[in-house]
C-alpha cells in the first residue's frame, strides 16, 4: 500500500504542473480531461488512506495518508469555495434582475399614467359636454368617453409605443430574473452538496489524525522505554517519531480535543504492581507472565525485558513541554508539545499490561529472532498479542 500510496501522489503532483502550465496546443477540453484524471487520482489516493491502520503500518505510509486526506479536504474546500462563488455571483445578478423588473414595471406605470392624464386633459378639455361625460352614468355616456380616451391615446403614438416596448421588455426582465433564480437554486444545491463531502472528508482526515497521535503517543512512550536498551533502535524510532510529529503538528488539534486519548485511566497503585522474574508487571496478569517466562526458558529461549512504568514522570515532562492544564497534561495532542510528549496514562506499560521484551539480553528488533519465532509461536496462549509494527512489544491487547 506504501508503494501505492507514492505513485497515486507523485501523479497528482505531475497532474497538477500540467494543468498548472498549458501548452498553446491544449485545449478545454484536455485540459478538463486533466483535471478529472487529477481529481480520480486524488480520490483513489484518499480512499486508500481512510484504509490504513495508523498503529500497524509503517510511519512513512501513515504520514503518506495523512498528507492525502488533507490534499482530499483542500480539494473539497476548493470545490465549495468555487460554488459559493458561483451563487453569490448569480444571487448578485437575481438581485439585479428583479430590480430592474422592478424599474420596469414603475416605468410602465408612469407610462400608464401619463397616457392616462393626457386622455383625460384632452377630455376635459373638449369643454363642458366632455366634464359631464366624466361625471355621468349614463352607460352611453360611457361608451363615448371610450371612444374619446382611444381617439386621444392614437394621437399619442410616442408614448404608446414606449409603452409597448417597456411592457415586452418587462416580459424579458421577468424571464431573466426566473432564469437566474433557478440558476441560483442550482448552485445553492451544488454548495450544498459540496459542504456534505467536504464534512465527509474533514471526518475522514480526524479520524486517521485521531489514530495516529495514540500512534505517536506510543512511539513516544515505546522510545522512552527501549532507549536504554538499544540506541541504535531508540535513535532510529526518534527520525520516525520527529517525521509523524512534524505531519501531525502542521494540523490543527482534533475537534474532540482529546487528541484522540481523552482523559486517562485512574493510575495503577503501586500495591497493583508486582516483579515477575526481573520484569514488573500487573498483578491481574503475574501468573501468566511467570508461566510463559518459564516455558521459553525450558524451551532455551532466554526471554526478559522492561514492564511496568510508573506515569509520574510523564505528568511531569508533560507539564514542563505541553503546559500546566489539565488539558495540556492529559489530552493536547503530543505533536502540539515541544518537544512532542506522549500524554500519561495512554501507554500499556503504564498499567503493567505491556512488556519489550529482551531476547538473550537484546531488544527483539526483527521477527526472524528465535525469541520472537517463540513469542509467536505461543505468547496467545498466555494473553499476549504482539503490535505488528514492533517485534519487541507484547502486551494483553496488542497495543
Known amino acids: 500500500m506504501f508503494g501505492r500510496l507514492a505513485v497515486l501522489q507523485a501523479l497528482i503532483l505531475m497532474l497538477a504542473l500540467t494543468v498548472a502550465v498549458p501548452s ?18 486524488q480520490l483513489e489516493a484518499a480512499e486508500q488512506a481512510k484504509q490504513v491502520d495508523a498503529a500497524n503500518v509503517e510511519v512513512d505510509e501513515l504520514t503518506e495518508a495523512l498528507a492525502a486526506l488533507q490534499v482530499e479536504v483542500n480539494a473539497a474546500q476548493d470545490r465549495v469555495n468555487d460554488a459559493q462563488r458561483n451563487l453569490d455571483d448569480a444571487e448578485l445578478r437575481l438581485a439585479e434582475a428583479e430590480e430592474a423588473v422592478d424599474a420596469k414595471q414603475t416605468e410602465i406605470e408612469d407610462l400608464k399614467a401619463q397616457l392616462a392624464d393626457r386622455a383625460i386633459s384632452s377630455f376635459i378639455n373638449q369643454g363642458n359636454e366632455a366634464s359631464l361625460l366624466v361625471e355621468s352614468d349614463d352607460p352611453n355616456q360611457a361608451v363615448r368617453m371610450q371612444t374619446l380616451v382611444e381617439n386621444v391615446t392614437q394621437g399619442e403614438a410616442e408614448v404608446t409605443e ?7 421588455d418587462l416580459r424579458i426582465q421577468q424571464d431573466l430574473a426566473t ?10 444545491n451544488e454548495r450544498e452538496a459540496e459542504l456534505i463531502v467536504l464534512d465527509g472528508a474533514r ?15 506510543h512511539e513516544l512512550s515505546e522510545w522512552a522505554a527501549i532507549k536504554d536498551f538499544d540506541s541504535e533502535l531508540a535513535a532510529e524510532e526518534q527520525a520516525e517519531i520527529d517525521r509523524l510529529a512534524d505531519e501531525l503538528a502542521a494540523r490543527p488539534p482534533s475537534s474532540s480535543g482529546s487528541g484522540g486519548g481523552g482523559q486517562p485511566t485512574a493510575p495503577v497503585g503501586t500495591d ?27 524451551d532455551g529461549v532466554d526471554l526478559s525485558g522492561g514492564g511496568y512504568r510508573s506515569s509520574d514522570g510523564q505528568i511531569a515532562v508533560r507539564k514542563n513541554n505541553c503546559g500546566t492544564s489539565n488539558y495540556d497534561i492529559y489530552e493536547k495532542p503530543a505533536s502540539h508539545c515541544r518537544p512532542p510528549t506522549a500524554r500519561p496514562g495512554t501507554s500499556q506499560h503504564e498499567k503493567g499490561l505491556a512488556i519489550d521484551f529482551t531476547y538473550n539480553g537484546s531488544l527483539i528488533r526483527s521477527r526472524s529472532s528465535a525469541g520472537y ?27
Do not use: C
Open 179 to 188: 432564469e437566474t433564480a433557478n440558476e441560483a437554486e442550482e448552485h445553492k
Open 24 to 41: 498553446d496546443a491544449q485545449t478545454s477540453d484536455e485540459l478538463e480531461t486533466i483535471r478529472e484524471e487529477r481529481r480520480q487520482a
Open 272 to 298: 497493583e504492581i508486582v516483579t515477575v522474574q526481573g520484569i514488573q508487571v500487573h498483578s491481574s496478569i503475574a501468573d501468566d507472565v511467570d508461566r510463559m517466562l518459564t516455558a521459553a526458558a525450558n
Open 373 to 399: 519465532q517463540w513469542l509467536a509461536a505461543n505468547a496467545a496462549s498466555y494473553g499476549f498479542k504482539n503490535l505488528p509494527s514492533e517485534p519487541w512489544h507484547w502486551s494483553t491487547t496488542g497495543r
Open 162 to 168: 414606449q409603452l409597448r416596448a417597456a411592457e415586452e
Open 203 to 217: 471526518a475522514d482526515q480526524e479520524a486517521l489524525t485521531i489514530e495516529a497521535e495514540a500512534r505517536l503517543d
